[in-house]
C-alpha cells in the first residue's frame, strides 16, 4: 500500500499544474461548458479568467468522497471569493449554476450554451491579439498585489510600465490611435 508521503508526493506534482497554469505570463482562461468538479474546477479556478456557459455548473465534489481539496482549491476559492463562502463551497459542495457563480465572481462571464464555444473563442483571440509583454507584467502586478504593500505593488507597476514604454507595441498603439485604427501588438 502507498504511504502518506507517497500519496502526498502525487498530489503535489499534480498541483504543480495549477501553479504553472496560474504562473504563466499570458493570459488563461478556462471554458466552463459542462461540469467543473474537484480537480477540473481547481484547474479552472487556476486560469486568470473563466467563462462558462448557461447551464454548466461547478461544485467542488472534495466532501462527497472525504477528501479536504487538492490542486491548490483552497488558495484560489479564498482569493476569488473569501474565505467565508469558500469554507461554505468546499463543507456544502453544492452545485453552483452559472448564475451564481457569475454573482460570487468565480467566472468572469456567462455565455448562451448555443453558440458558447465561438463566442469563447473570440474572446480568446481578444486576448491573443493584445499586448502580450504588457499582459505579463500585468499579470506580475496582480500576483504581487496579493501579498505585497501598497507602496511596493506602486513601486512595481513603475517599474513595469517604465519596461513597456520601450516596447513597439506602445509605439504601434500610439500611431494606430493616432490613425483611429486597432493597433496591431507584436510582442516586442
Not at 499544474?17 to 479556478?45: E, H, Q, Y
Not at 468546499?90 to 457563480?101: N, P, S, T, V
Not at 513595469?160 to 513597439?168: D, E, G, I, L, S
Amino acid at each position: 500500500p502507498e504511504t502518506v508521503e507517497e500519496r502526498a508526493d502525487t498530489l503535489r506534482g499534480h498541483g504543480r499544474t495549477t501553479m504553472l497554469l496560474s504562473r504563466m505570463p499570458k493570459p488563461t482562461i478556462a471554458l466552463v461548458n459542462g461540469a467543473a468538479a474537484g480537480a477540473g474546477l481547481s484547474l479552472a479556478l487556476a486560469c486568470d479568467m473563466r467563462v462558462m456557459a448557461e447551464g454548466a455548473v461547478l461544485r467542488a465534489a472534495y466532501a462527497r468522497i472525504g477528501l479536504s481539496g487538492d490542486l491548490g482549491i483552497s488558495y484560489f476559492l479564498n482569493r476569488l471569493v473569501g474565505p467565508s463562502i469558500a469554507a461554505e463551497i468546499l463543507f456544502l459542495d453544492d452545485k453552483i449554476d452559472a448564475a451564481r457563480a457569475e454573482r460570487l465572481g468565480l467566472v468572469n462571464r456567462v455565455l448562451p450554451a448555443e453558440g458558447f464555444a465561438e463566442s469563447a473563442l473570440e474572446i480568446a483571440r481578444a486576448l491573443a491579439a493584445g499586448p502580450s509583454v504588457a499582459f505579463r507584467y500585468m499579470k506580475q502586478n496582480l500576483a504581487l498585489a496579493d501579498t505585497a504593500s501598497l507602496e511596493d505593488v506602486i513601486e512595481r507597476e513603475a517599474y513595469n510600465t517604465a519596461r513597456c514604454v520601450r516596447t513597439q507595441d506602445v509605439k504601434e498603439a500610439s500611431i494606430a490611435f493616432r490613425e483611429k485604427r486597432a493597433p496591431v501588438f507584436t510582442g516586442r
